[in-house]
Every structure is written in structure tokens, then in C-alpha cells.
């Protein structure tokens, strides 16, 4: 279907005849129209009065006076700088080339088609008309927008453009328009370069000049007067993004669709499937497909995030050129996440026809940079050889305190970034709460240990990026009580059944409490579950009220914390924001690995405990406990909460009142974890290959008290069982020694194993993360009358010279070693974008 504003026989060419209607009849204006230039020459003759003779009245020949004058016409779109338009589609034989013709059709300033050469494309009668057809046949079925006129000359006739490799020219060219632009061609295209039919320019065809209208293409206002937007060609966001209107997501509709059915795949959008890309990280998926949501880390590859409308305003209208680009960027670093994404390695696939190349490759530096900055791409352990960012983005010099999770990954941006980077760190080691012990012959962590959700997690990155596999968890937990029988999965199913509909019921409570109305989830839970039990007349035999002892128990673990201290209000604030979906895994060779990686190549002072900062003046300076003074523009603290609640480091001025009221508001959780390596495998008969399995406390006042069993060799050689102690038992533990701790450990594994023989442990550890001096914590959560709002508090930096990460700085990740590292990347960008 042609739109008016192609058709000249349509609304504009009526509105021009009534123009005239005054002046001359509508048979002169056809006459004069169709007959062109001739007509122009054949008036002006008979119009040239002998000299001396004075003028005719020019009342009925004043059309006639300016048509005589008339050799071209001017581009009929308002604003256009084309004062002498040329056609570069010299497709009809009577092409007007740069001479008259009835009607210029504008696709950007600098490149219009005329009258002639739409007729040849769009009249049935006509050579070209076929040509159009097969083109608008393609465009229709696989794309959304109109398949005009204008939108198959600007996908197939306009010529393409490509710059000179040759540093000291970089200069663009035109080239014929039979020559298809390549990557290759890209990549290795240099003036006057000759193979098929590529123009030459002369033997020193870097010194020709540009063409003028390149100049143009750079100016701002160039964009508003773009007809269509760029759709790329074969784009490497093409497999993606099967699932898409081409060209609503910034490609074009002509290009091949692949072997699968472009219909089948959008008949399955409710499905929501992934496409399958060989070669590709089957954890890497960062464009949601359509009807899919909730997956953190992903974006809609037809819509531009908050973030992107606030630094490119311009694309707020028309999105296409952005999401083109942005989505090809994605792409690129997904299939390749092991070197250094480039402005380079990205334009060699910017494929469109036209000036707006030179408009899109222009713009390329600008969004890759962005999207760098803010840890999009060019990110993990990735090392670089230059910076990656312009001088403006480098702060001069930042200190770090903490060499945990956050602040290496600030400081590895940092520095990739171009910015010098100095890490304080209190302990003799790096890491953190990150802390992997081998003395049981296998990786143990006495920290984190456990990846959830590995779609999109920044973890699986580097771990692709470091050629490492993590171990998929499966999701068989069998249930034994103590005495050795195992618990029938329809008891288990139907406990989890009522332990998750309290939580619902938790869920609803809230929706219309302030947070004077909170009170403790462990309160709430007991209150809910005998409602509940009054109200159904149902009772719960006491291995079920055993086993709903298990859930909570879990559930203390996911919150590090007894329930009685956790606020009912906002114990899962994080899950009203997209959270990590897809398998969850255990990292074999330990977090300590990838955060080592990070550490190379950064300038870490370990045996440096940060006394004080002061930050009072335009310098902030860092004292250490050894009475050494650092001072930088920026610092970036990222110690545990728990110190910060302790003032372990005094702070010139205070901070503000409001954060160390969201300090407090959180609280430090404390998991304790065991580890026992014996001397063969005796629950593999029984636990049959599963990756770990549940002990049902034997009474409320037991649960928490080794709650789950982790088999912590999966290509079984190694026998190493790891349990976690959580809840109300980690004081019950805390004084105890070591050797008591297995003790009690294994009087459980004994018990969960009646029916066998459980040999004595060769060698176990125990970990004390209450008593680590500079930690004191596992973990945060939300104590009671608290509330999420007080991670973005604490995150907040303190006149753009103090700034805050680590997991208790993330609002939608806390608790988690990805949330710490994405909060070190969340500063690292803050501090470059300041």
C-alpha cells in the first residue's frame, strides 16, 4: 500500500493544482508538469521582449515568468538544505539525474529520488515495478511498518558509504551502488581501493576531498530530518531476535529470516523460548523474548530503558537508530565476552544503505561507551590494553577499602576504565566473605559457594570468560529423620504446600502496613499457621509439623537470621524486582578463583585496616591503624554492614543522619557452616546421586542445627559432606570448639544413617564468621521495622566523594556474591559518569 506522501497524484500534486486554479488552468499545470524542461525553454523564448520594449502585465503570465525560470526544483520537505536535489536512484531512463523534475521525494538531506525514478518502481507498467514487488512481497511478510516506496529505495537503491582505514584520512566515501557492503569490505576499505566495481578517485585518492554532505550527517538537527529510520542487514542481533518484527527492533525485514518460520515464531510467543545459538553460553539470554518478563539483567530489545531515555534523549521519539545499535552491540559482546568489545569490531556489522551509516557509526562510539561504563558490556575478568573509556569519564585517582566482592569489582572496572586505583584491605587475604579452603581435598567455601540463578549472573560470565564449569544442582532433596527413615515426598509436598500459602498470606498482610505496623515474620508465621489450623479444623500429625520445622528452618537460612529478628513487612523486598532465573549451580573451584582473577593486576595493600576518613575538603584522605595517610578524589567503601554499624571506621564529618538510620535499620545475619571429609562415600547407596538431602529436625528447638547435607564432590571421588547451621542454633554453637561441633554433626549423620556403619572423620573444618574481627557477618537482611528502601539509603554517596557497595548496598541482590559484585560495578560506573 502507497501512502499519500509517496503517491504524487494524491494529496499534494491536488493541493498544488488548486494553488494555480487562480492564475492558470488545470490543463496548463498538467502541460506544463509533464512536458519539463522543454516546456521551461519553449516560455522563456516567447517571453523575452526586444530591448527598449517595457513589460508585459504580468497578472496572467506570472506562473509562466517563474517556470521559465525554473531548471530545477527545490526538495519540497521543509528545512531540507538541498537547494540543487540529485537523484541517486537513476533508475528510469528519464531520470531528472540533477535537473528538473515534478516532484523530489526526500529520504535525508543530501539524498532524494525523483519524480522519474518513482514512476519506474511503482507503476505497474514499468521495468522496475517487478523489482518493487518482490521486495514489498518480503518487507510484508516479515516485517510490521509500511512497505513503501521510500522504505524500498532506502533498503535498496541508496548507495552505501564506508570510511578509509587509513589513519591519517578516515575520510568517507560513496560507493556504486551495484557494490554490497561487507564486513570485510568495512574492515579493509581504503580510497580509490579497486575490486568489482568500486570507484576510483585518482592516484592520490586520500587527498580528494569529502564528500560535503558527510559534514552535514554530524550536525544535530541532521537526524530530525530523516524520513526513515535505519533498519541493519544481517545484523548479529539477528538470531536473538527471531522471535521479533524485524524492524521493530532496528533490522530490516528483507533480509533472510532463517530456516524457521517467522509465523511459527510468533504464534509461540506465549511460550517464550529462548532461541538456540550454537556456539552461545546457554546462560547468556539478554534480550527478553516476547511476553516474557522478570528475568534479571535482560532488556526489551524494541524499547529503550530509563537509563538509556535519560542519556540519549534524542532517540526518545524515535528509538530505532538507538535499539539498532544496542542491540548489535549486546549481540556481539554475547557471542564474544573474552576480548575487549570495539568501536571497530561493531561498525564492520553496521550494514544500511545511505548517509545515515556515517550518523550511526557516529553514534556507535557514544552508545558502546555507554553501555561500557555501565557494566554491560566489557566487563568480568576481562583484561585490557588501553583504556576503555575518554579522558572525561576517568576520575584521577580513587581508593577502595575492602578487597571483598564489591570492591574488586570496582576496582578491576576502574582500571580498565583508566582510572589509578589504590585497594586498602584489613586482612592478609583477599576475598572477603569469599574464603575457599582446600585442606579437605576439595574446594570448600567457607563463604559463599553457590551461584542461584544463572541466567544473566554476572558469575557465569566469568566463568565463561575463564573456561570454567560450574556443577548444575538438581533438584531431588530427599527428606531423612532422625532414626534413619526416609520422609514420603506427598508429606513433603504438601508441608511445602502450606509453608508457601502462609507466606501468601504473609504477602497479603502487608500490602497496607506502615512500617509501625511491622512485626517479626517468625511471629507472624506462628500467628497465621494456628489461625489457620482454628479456622480448617485440620491437624498436622507430628512429622509433618516436623517437616514445616524444615521449611522454616530454610527459610532462616535464606535470611541469615532467626525469624524472630526478620521484619514480616519486608522480608523478601527483593523479589518485587526482577531476580535470576535458570539453573542453580555450585562453583567446584570456588568464588576465591574469579576474584583472584579480578585482584590481577591491582595495586592491593593487604595488613591495612582503615582507621578514619575525611572528607571534609575537595581531597579525601584515608588513615590506616598503621598511620599511613592516602588521599584520592573519590573513595569507595566497601566494608560489611556490620562495621559500619560498629564505627569501626570514623568518618570526618558524620555521615548523614539518614544513612546511618538505613545502616541500622538492616541487620548483620550469621550462618555457620561444617565440613567433614571421611574416608569413602557411605550415603551414596542411600542419597542414589543426589547433590545434597534434608535432615528433619527431631523439635522446633533443633531446627536449623544441620539442616541440609551438601555432597561436595560431584564426580564422587572425594567424600566431603558440608552442612550449614542457621537460625537460633548459631548460638548454640558459637562457643562451642570445633571437635564439639563435628561431634554433634555426626551423632546427626548417624542418626539419618541408623541402618550403616558412619566411619569417623579424617579431617573437618568449622567456620566462626561471628567472631571474624572484620566481618561479623554472613549476610544482611531487613530487621523488624526496617524496610528495602534502606539498601538504596546506604548506597547513596555522600557529595560525590564518598561512595558505598557491597551486598548490603543492593536493593534488588542482596544477601549474595553477585549482588556485591554488581554493586562495585554500579559505583564504578556512578564514579566515571561524575
Not at 568 to 578: G, I, M
Not at 810 to 831: C, D, I, W
Request: aromatic residues 10%; positive net charge.
Amino acid at each position: 500500500m502507497l501512502s499519500d506522501a509517496d503517491y504524487p497524484g494524491n494529496g499534494s500534486g491536488a493541493r498544488r493544482a488548486k494553488r494555480r486554479s487562480s492564475a492558470e488552468s488545470p490543463g496548463d499545470g498538467q502541460a506544463l508538469r509533464s512536458s519539463g524542461r522543454q516546456t521551461n525553454v519553449r516560455v522563456k523564448r516567447a517571453n523575452n521582449p526586444p530591448p527598449g520594449q517595457s513589460k508585459r502585465k504580468a497578472t496572467d503570465t506570472e506562473e509562466e515568468d517563474d517556470q521559465a525560470e525554473k531548471k530545477y526544483r527545490k526538495c519540497e520537505k521543509a528545512g531540507c538544505s538541498a537547494t540543487y536535489p540529485v537523484c541517486f536512484a537513476s533508475a528510469s531512463e528519464r531520470c531528472a539525474k540533477n535537473g528538473y523534475t515534478s516532484r523530489w521525494y526526500h529520504l535525508s538531506c543530501g539524498e532524494h529520488f525523483c519524480n522519474e525514478c518513482f514512476d519506474h518502481y511503482y507503476r505497474s507498467h514499468k521495468d522496475g515495478y517487478e523489482t518493487f514487488s518482490v521486495w514489498k512481497k518480503a518487507w510484508t511478510s516479515n516485517g510490521k511498518s509500511e512497505p513503501s516506496l521510500k522504505a524500498f529505495m532506502a533498503d535498496q537503491q541508496l548507495p552505501y558509504w564506508v570510511q578509509c582505514t587509513k589513519p591519517n584520512c578516515r575520510k568517507w566515501r560513496q560507493l556504486t551502488k551495484e557494490i554490497q557492503l561487507t564486513p570485510a569490505l568495512t574492515d579493509t576499505y581504503r580510497c580509490g581501493m579497486k575490486f568489482n566495481n568500486v570507484k576510483s578517485e585518482g592516484p592520490d585518492q586520500c587527498s580528494q576531498p569529502e564528500d560535503l554532505r558527510v559534514a552535514e550527517v554530524t550536525s544535530s538537527w541532521w537526524h530530525s530530518m530523516l524520513i526513515l529510520p535505519p533498519l541493519f542487514k544481517d545484523s548479529p542481533a539477528t538470531p536473538f531476535l527471531a522471535a521479533y518484527y524485524p524492524d521493530c527492533v532496528g533490522m530490516s525485514p528483507s533480509s533472510s529470516p532463517g530456516s524457521t518460520s517467522l509465523s511459527e515464531l510468533r504464534a509461540d510467543h506465549c511460550r517464550a523460548v529462548q532461541p538456540k545459538i550454537p556456539g552461545l553460553c546457554p546462560y547468556f539470554q539478554p534480550f527478553y523474548q516476547p511476553n516474557e518478563c522478570g528475568k534479571a539483567l535482560c532488556v526489551r530489545p524494541d524499547m529503550m530503558e530509563l537509563d538509556e531515555l535519560y542519556e540519549f534523549p534524542e532517540f526518545s521519539r524515535d528509538p530505532t537508530m538507538y535499539l539498532a545499535l544496542r542491540n548489535l552491540i549486546l549481540a556481539s559482546w554475547h557471542k564474544n565476552c573474552k576480548e575487549v568489545l570495539t568501536v571497530k569490531k561493531c561498525i564492520m556489522h553496521v550494514v544500511v544503505r545511505g548517509l545515515v551509516r556515517v550518523r550511526c557509526v557516529q553514534e556507535m562510539e557514544r552508545v558502546l561507551h555507554f553501555m561500557t561504563r555501565k557494566g554491560l558490556i566489557n566487563t568480568g575478568v576481562l583484561a585490557v590494553q588501553r583504556p576503555l573509556l575518554s579522558d572525561k569519564h576517568r576520575t584521577k585517582n580513587v581508593i577502595v577499602i575492602g578487597a571483598g566482592a564489591s570492591g574488586l569489582a570496582a576496582a578491576r572496572q576502574l582500571q580498565n576504565f583508566g582510572t589509578q586505583v589504590l585497594v586498602l584491605e584489613a586482612r592478609d587475604r583477599i576475598g572477603g566473605r569469599v574464603w575457599d579452603d582446600t585442606g579437605l581435598g576439595v574446594v570448600v567455601g567457607r563463604g559463599a559457594q553457590i551461584v542461584n540463578g544463572c541466567v544473566n549472573n554476572p558469575i557465569a560470565l566469568m566463568c565463561e570468560q575463564m573456561g570454567i564449569r560450574m556443577h548444575k544442582l538438581g533438584e531431588r532433596c530427599d527428606l531423612f529423620q532422625e532414626g534413619g527413615q526416609a520422609t514420603d515426598p506427598s508429606i513433603d509436598k504438601r508441608m511445602d504446600f502450606h509453608f508457601n500459602a502462609i507466606l501468601d498470606v504473609v504477602s497479603e498482610w502487608r500490602k497496607d502496613k506502615s512500617q509501625s505496623q511491622d512485626m517479626p515474620l517468625g511471629e507472624k508465621v506462628q500467628e497465621l499457621k494456628k489461625n489457620f489450623l482454628q479456622e480448617s479444623g485440620i491437624q498436622f500429625s507430628e512429622l509433618e509439623e516436623k517437616v514445616l520445622q524444615f521449611h522454616l528452618s530454610n527459610l532462616e537460612y535464606g535470611c541469615g537470621s532467626s525469624l524472630n529478628q526478620v521484619s514480616a513487612r519486608s522480608w523478601d523486598h527483593n523479589e518485587f524486582f526482577a531476580q535470576f532465573s535458570g539453573d542453580h549451580t555450585l562453583l567446584t573451584k570456588g568464588y576465591g578463583t574469579l576474584l583472584h582473577k579480578l585482584a590481577e593486576g591491582l595495586d592491593i595493600r593487604k595488613k591495612s585496616p582503615v582507621t578514619s576518613i575525611d572528607y571534609s575538603g575537595d581531597i579525601v584522605r584515608v588513615t590506616c591503624s598503621n598511620g599511613s595517610q592516602w588521599t584520592a578524589k573519590k573513595v569507595l567503601v566497601t566494608v560489611p554492614l556490620t562495621l559500619l554499624q560498629k564505627n569501626y571506621i570514623h568518618f570526618v564529618p558524620q555521615l548523614p543522619e539518614r544513612k546511618m538510620k538505613a545502616i541500622h535499620s538492616l541487620g548483620g545475619g550469621i550462618i555457620e557452616k561444617i565440613a567433614l571429609k571421611f574416608p569413602y562415600r557411605f550415603w551414596d547407596t542411600k542419597i542414589q546421586g543426589a547433590d545434597y538431602f534434608g535432615h528433619i529436625p527431631p523439635s522446633p528447638d533443633k531446627r536449623g542445627m544441620f539442616t541440609v547435607f551438601y555432597d561436595m564432590d560431584p564426580q564422587g571421588k572425594q567424600a566431603v559432606l558440608m552442612s550449614v547451621i542457621a537460625g537460633d542454633a548459631v548460638s548454640a554453637v558459637q562457643d562451642m570448639q570445633d571437635k564439639d561441633v563435628a561431634g554433634e554433626c555426626m551423632k546427626v549423620l548417624r542418626e539419618l544413617f541408623k541402618e550403616q556403619e558412619v566411619p569417623e572423620p579424617l579431617h573437618f573444618l568449622v567456620t566462626h564468621w561471628s567472631k571474624d574481627a572484620w566481618s561479623q557477618m554472613s549476610y544482611s537482611f531487613v530487621k523488624m521495622g526496617g524496610g528495602g528502601e534502606a539498601y538504596d539509603i546506604i548506597a547513596e554517596d555522600v557529595q560525590g566523594k564518598l561512595f558505598f557497595a557491597g551486598e548490603a548496598t543492593n536493593r534488588h541482590f542482596p544477601q549474595t556474591v553477585t549482588g556485591a559484585y554488581l554493586s562495585g560495578v554500579r559505583e564504578a560506573s556512578k564514579m566515571a559518569a561524575l
